[in-house]
């Protein structure tokens, strides 16, 4: 027989990774203001191997518009401009020699739109994927009725997971309205 609270904690924990992927998502796109968060994905190589761009630089935010780059070895400047221009931040760095700038533009209001549709389009990935792991907890519960355990049970497990299922669905719908209002405002 399945223990219903381990099955409950183990989908509430499924639900929360889900969410914490999408903060994760959603940061890497870029709304007009500087954000670190969209060079995290950005790997410089780096005495033969590939490392995070943070793991050779220090990545600061001087002001809404730019973020500047300051290799701790002059001689990375080229690599992490290359790694730049690789990768799919969408920017053109500009360096002075000791250090990388990249000025962020303003998105147009098409731009906006665009952004505000791939945020939402990875937001209903993320509310899929909360649904189809309510879904397949439901059908254990189901089977477990066929294992013994009362119909009861099952009733007030089911309603549980209706509970944390919404929660996770209005963190969703909290984290994407959050980001529209972010990439909406000028």
């Known amino acids: 027989m399945i223990d219903v609270k381990e099955t409950l904690t183990s989908a509430e924990e499924k639900m929360e990774m889900a969410v914490m992927y999408l903060d ?3 940061s890497r796109i870029r709304a007009g203001r500087a954000n670190v968060a969209i060079l ?12 995070p761009l ?18 701790w070895d002059r001689k990375m400047i080229k690599n992490i401009e290359k790694a730049i221009m690789d990768s799919d931040v969408g920017i053109t760095p500009e ?14 209001e098409e731009r906006r739109k665009e952004l505000m549709k791939q945020c939402s389009k ?8 909360v649904r189809n792991i309510r879904a397949d907890v439901k059908d254990k519960l189901k ?3 066929k294992d013994g355990l009362s119909e009861d049970l099952e ?18 719908d ?13």
């Open 54 to 71: 943070n793991q050779v630089a220090t990545v600061s935010t001087p002001d809404a518009r730019s973020i500047a780059i300051k290799p």
């Open 24 to 26: 994760e998502q959603l």
């Open 143 to 145: 089977k477990a009725i």
């Open 122 to 129: 990875i937001g209903e990935g993320t509310k899929v994927q």
């Open 155 to 172: 009733k007030d497990a089911e309603a549980e997971l209706q509970k944390v299922h919404d929660k996770y669905i209005k963190k969703v």
């Open 174 to 186: 909290d984290l994407l309205a959050e980001k529209n209002k972010e990439i909406m405002t000028v």
């Open 95 to 108: 360096n002075n020699g000791e250090m990388i700038r990249l000025g962020i533009p303003q998105p147009t």
């Open 40 to 51: 995290d994905g950005v790997r410089v190589e780096s005495y033969g191997s590939m490392v």
